[in-house]
């Protein structure tokens, strides 16, 4: 099922890439520095080497991120039928599906000190110099898209990366316990699944 998310990841990446080549619309803003895009290639290496660096960067930055575009999507101003718009829909619901999948299985368990490893593997400041090179918007580090929570913050506070910041924060703070909850109904299933050594159901374990 990993290498099944990671390949359907990929495949509608490489479906938007050549859309876009296809009719001249591939530009520096195209790019895969985006936070999600960047996530397609977390979860393509989690899927081979899965580690716990990964595994908590997937829980604590990349389920936030995806569950944020799907509940501010800033595409929907496209035509239902256009690629982009397929594209933006289905490559986010799969990179909130593969690391929630995980966690309620049990395969993710997140600890807070791997967050400053994830933190330093968003890559923030170098895609800021990106941005500023190529006059993009990537990570949204420069504005705040239409549609966007983070426009609330850059009208109240003027500036949106205090969103960005208190997004990060809740989501550092909370890192541990929803994964608790997600796991909670997965665990009679594994219990049922993979007894520890020994373990009789309806028994306990046997006396050695």
């Known amino acids: 099922m990993r290498r ?22 591939y530009r520096a803003s195209y790019l895969r520095l985006h936070l999600c895009s960047i996530n397609i290639f ?22 936030p991120a995806a569950l944020a575009a799907l509940l501010f999507p800033t595409w929907v101003s496209l035509p239902a039928a ?4 397929l594209h933006s ?6 990179l909130a ?4 999948m995980l966690t309620a299985g049990g395969d993710i368990r997140p600890q807070a000190r791997y ?18 090179a190529f006059g993009t918007n990537f990570m949204f580090l420069m504005q705040a898209d239409a549609g966007s929570p983070l426009l609330w913050f850059q009208q109240a506070f003027g500036g949106h990366l205090v969103g960005l910041l208190c997004t990060g924060r809740c989501c550092f703070r909370c890192n541990v316990r929803p994964a608790v909850l ?11 699944k993979s007894p520890r050594p020994g373990f009789v159901p309806g028994r306990g374990l046997r006396s050695a």
């Open 4 to 25: 099944l998310f990671a390949t359907l990841l990929l495949a509608d990446e490489a479906f938007k890439a050549a859309c876009l080549l296809a009719g001249g619309n």
């Open 42 to 63: 977390i979860i393509a290496l989690h899927a081979l080497r899965p580690c716990r660096l990964l595994d908590n960067f997937l829980y604590a930055i990349c389920i």
């Open 82 to 85: 256009n690629f982009m718009h």
């Open 89 to 94: 829909f289905t490559v986010h619901i799969l």
């Open 97 to 100: 599906g593969y690391p929630i």
């Open 115 to 132: 967050l400053p490893g994830c933190v330093a593997l968003v890559l923030a400041l170098p895609v800021y110099f990106v941005n500023v």
């Open 182 to 192: 997600l796991q909670t109904p997965a665990r009679p299933l594994n219990m049922l």
